[in-house]
């Protein structure tokens, strides 16, 4: 189907080449901003897309589950600052019917003046309590506190004697404090807080199902999201340079600026489709494969087997990674053991195989018998091998 694939030189000649000249550095700049500004707008759509599925822990926050998680009974459970404020003024839309429907909950007794006097009666006295503890940490330091009895009892002592004084005032401050925070009505006592604990009873069991579906399929969903914006214009642009690339290789006259932006474009959109392509396979595969391996070994009792496992792993990466270079360098230096500089070898009368001097009016090298000369294609006169043009025709025989 794709036969004219293999006819092609290469993705670099594509994104780089006019007609088989490389382009000029003015070009090459002004691809790259062009580059740079499609990659910065594909990413900004793709994200605005895929935000109309939204990440589990945005969709479920955590301070919605901690709620169906367990029912909250303290003051402080509730002192998110979004608490206090009606939905009109802090509006959740991205959030499940679940979420949404516990704020409303959460709301009836929250908008008490009762509930925002107590919190901030709260808040005060805590601020207090904190500023009891630094104090006594400040003295401790200072004075050891198991000799404060007896030398308060000594003479011309004012100073611990005073010291002695303000720490026990602290502590009858902080005992003050407490009994004034055990004052303070439970949250239960407000009203609309019974139907918040049997909202959450009823629907514990059907959050935590629905959060774990959601968490299951979101990906899936994102993923089909960043497809309705990558591929109308991958599907666009791949017909452009597959169109200017038939015609290329067809020896037709085709638009080569069109065909390299078509394929940097190209190139561009298949990036968040590969990296989203990656990310999904490893939520359905790996992720899910491995969790469920890590739960089995944990109930068998071979947990440490995984320590092998990343052993292994960790080896045959690093193993294939040293082997991968090791062999790009072994070709690279026989690419430099065999590119040599035939010109200067023949022009010096060395034997362009082994090197040595030679007297090239011979037919075959002395050293290590490699022919030293050919015909040339045109004129059939005797010439030396690796010589470019024929010094009888001039013909080029490269």
């Known amino acids: 189907m794709w036969k004219w694939l293999e006819r092609t030189k290469g993705i670099k000649s594509d994104l780089l080449n006019f007609k088989d000249e490389p382009l000029s550095g003015l070009s090459v700049v002004l691809l790259i901003i062009l580059d740079i500004f499609i990659f910065s707008n594909v990413i900004i759509g793709v994200q605005g897309e895929t935000a109309k599925v939204p990440k589990v822990s945005y969709y479920y926050p955590s301070e919605c589950s901690k709620h169906f998680n367990k029912v909250q ?11 206090g404020q009606s939905r009109s003024a802090y509006v959740r839309p991205h959030l499940s019917h679940y979420c949404q429907d516990l704020d409303a ?13 107590r919190r901030k009666l709260i808040r005060q006295i805590e601020e207090k309590q904190r500023q009891n503890t630094r104090r006594l940490n400040e003295l401790s330091s200072q004075y050891n506190t198991r000799l404060f009895e007896r030398i308060a009892q000594m003479q011309n002592n ?11 005032g602290i502590v009858l401050d902080d005992k003050a404090l407490e009994q004034e925070l055990a004052q303070i009505p439970a949250v239960s006592t407000l009203e609309g807080f019974t139907a918040y604990v049997e909202y959450v009873q009823t629907n514990k069991q059907p959050f935590l199902e629905a959060k774990k579906s959601y968490a299951f399929w979101q990906p899936f969903k994102e993923y089909g999201h960043m497809l309705l914006f990558i591929l109308p214009l991958l599907i666009l642009f791949a017909f452009f340079y597959r169109r200017n690339k038939i015609k290329e290789l067809s020896q037709k006259d085709y638009n080569p600026v069109v065909k390299i932006i078509s394929t940097h474009i190209s190139l561009i959109l298949l990036l968040p489709l590969l990296w989203y392509t990656l990310c999904l396979v490893y939520h ?9 391996v890590i739960e089995f070994l944990v109930e068998i009792g071979l947990i440490s087997i995984l320590n092998y496992v990343a052993i292994f792993l960790v080896v045959l990466f690093f193993g294939g990674l040293i082997y991968w270079i090791q062999k790009r360098t072994h070709k690279q230096k026989q690419a430099v053991k065999y590119s040599k500089n035939y010109k200067k070898l023949v022009s010096w009368s060395q034997c362009f195989e082994c090197e040595y001097k030679i007297d090239y009016t011979k037919e075959f090298c002395p050293f290590c018998g490699v022919k030293l000369h050919k015909e040339c294609s045109s004129c059939k006169a005797v010439m030396n091998e690796h010589e470019v043009f024929c010094s009888s025709c001039g013909t080029s025989n490269s």
């Open 73 to 83: 009974t303290h003051y402080q459970d509730f002192d998110s600052y979004r608490y």
């Open 105 to 117: 909950k959460i709301e009836v007794f929250t908008l008490h003046k009762e509930f925002k006097n």
């Open 158 to 168: 004012n100073e611990l004697r005073n010291a002695k004084q303000e720490y026990d």
């Open 284 to 292: 359905v595969l790996p992720k899910t494969l491995l969790k469920q």
